[in-house]
């Protein structure tokens, strides 16, 4: 929950709002600081980054084959940061994401869409800056052929 302070004008203003007008961060205040590790923006970034239509995976092709033999072990969960590094200081981050787009897709429009949602989601769970968002499209996902081959009869028997 955002604590609340009252404004020159009588209205309640954020605690985020006032330590950012007076030049300084949400996460260091007269009670206290905030730290925020980089496996909890790079999560972040994950999550934003796989809601956009036309991400098809995250991560390179070796990073995407470890990520399929640890979903196999039995107790184990998706790795939400795979594809994603980031660089975290008190106050300013940075995100790079590598991703693996859906055949058809405009690449422009779906590297906007993931670079938006990111800098949102990032910033709103945060208060951190999002200082760039950079995306390394690694591959694309070409749709499956549905046609099935004839069944063949075996050569021997």
Known sequence: MSEQTQGT???AVSTRETAMSRGGSA?????????ISDVV???????AAREINGVHAMGSGTARAFGAIRERIPGSTTNQ???????????????????????GVAITDLAEGI??????????????????????????HLPQDDTQQPEQEPRVQ
């Open 115 to 140: 670079r938006r949602n990111v800098i949102n989601a990032v910033e709103r769970m945060t208060g951190l800056e999002v200082v760039e968002v950079n995306i390394d499209v690694v591959d694309i």
């Open 41 to 47: 923006v790079s999560k972040i970034a994950g999550i």
């Open 81 to 103: 940061s795979m594809g994603v590094q980031v660089e975290v200081g008190e106050t300013q981050a940075a995100v790079d994401v590598s991703i693996v787009a859906e055949y």
């Open 9 to 11: 004008s009588g209205g």
């Open 27 to 35: 996460l260091s205040t007269s009670r206290g600081t905030t730290t």
